[in-house]
């Protein structure tokens, strides 16, 4: 059974439609990238599935429960969903520990320790434990971004333009690596990017959003050929 599934979803700033009528599910071990220009209600789209927007009309379901419908929504923080930002946005007053303790839910302290632990090995963070986000590279702190969502144990994993802020030397190498972890996790993932090279490299599939409404979902290899 697929971990998302959004059914025809609306949401509307005013009069103006910035998601308008989406349909979309996502499986675990997929990578499905959502890409299109600038406004067409990518950033949205996501904000609607973390709760950070409250939807106007349609579903959303995770791992089969209903997350939110007209009138019904949980809260963020009770969402099965980790986000990582372009800005990371890590806390620049926390250590890397202290960061991706952060983001669990409520458990045993012994629990929460051992989990932060374990991430940080399997991000290779293990020696940064207690060094401060601006003490490490573009690529440490966006693994420590990583890591900070997956402390939530969630069901769908959400990245906003991840990549948009390294520079065009560090982003391959970055990227790749975040790839591979986060297929490694096999938790089901929705990348926003405005890029489509991009997506065509890193998606299992591509969905083509404009104007609040996906145009075209498909795997990258049937999108080169039927563009
Ligand atoms: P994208 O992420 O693809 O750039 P957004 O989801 O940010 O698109 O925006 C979709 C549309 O909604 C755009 O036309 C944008 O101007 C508008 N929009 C986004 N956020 C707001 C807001 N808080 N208030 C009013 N309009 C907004
Ligand atoms: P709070 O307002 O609870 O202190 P934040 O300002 O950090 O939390 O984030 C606001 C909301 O965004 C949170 O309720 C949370 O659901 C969501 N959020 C922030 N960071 C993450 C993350 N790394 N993974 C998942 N959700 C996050």
Not at 102 to 107: A, I, K, L, P, Y
Not at 130 to 136: I, S, V
């Given at each position: 059974t697929p971990s998302v599934v959004l059914t025809d979803i609306v949401h509307r700033y005013g009069a103006h439609r910035?998601?308008?009528g989406v349909s979309l599910a996502v499986e675990s071990r997929e990578i499905l990238c959502v890409v299109g220009p600038s406004g067409c209600g990518k950033s949205t789209l996501l904000r609607l599935i973390s709760g950070l927007e409250t939807l106007q009309q349609g579903t959303i379901a995770v791992g089969g429960r209903v997350l939110a419908a007209p009138g019904q929504s949980l809260p963020p923080e009770r969402r099965p969903v980790g986000m990582m930002f372009q800005d990371f946005a890590l806390f620049p007053h926390m250590t890397v520990s202290g960061n991706i303790a952060?983001?669990?839910?409520?458990?045993p302290r012994a629990e929460r320790q051992k989990r932060v632990a374990a991430l940080l090995e399997s991000m290779a963070l293990t020696r940064y434990a207690?060094?401060?986000?601006?003490?490490?590279s573009g690529g440490q702190q966006q693994r420590v971004a990583l890591a900070r969502a997956l402390a939530r144990d969630p069901q769908v994993l959400l990245l906003d333009?991840?990549?948009?802020?390294?520079d065009e030397q560090l982003r391959r190498s970055v990227r790749d690596e975040v790839v591979r972890l986060i297929r490694a996790t096999g938790i089901a993932t929705i990348v926003v990017t405005h890029d489509p090279e991009e997506a065509m490299e890193i998606g299992s599939r591509v969905a083509v959003m404009d104007g609040g409404q996906l145009v075209q979902t498909d795997t990258p290899l049937a999108l080169y050929r039927n563009p």
């Open positions: 910035a998601v308008n952060f983001g669990q839910t409520d458990r207690d060094a401060y986000p601006h003490t490490l333009e991840p990549f948009s802020a390294l």
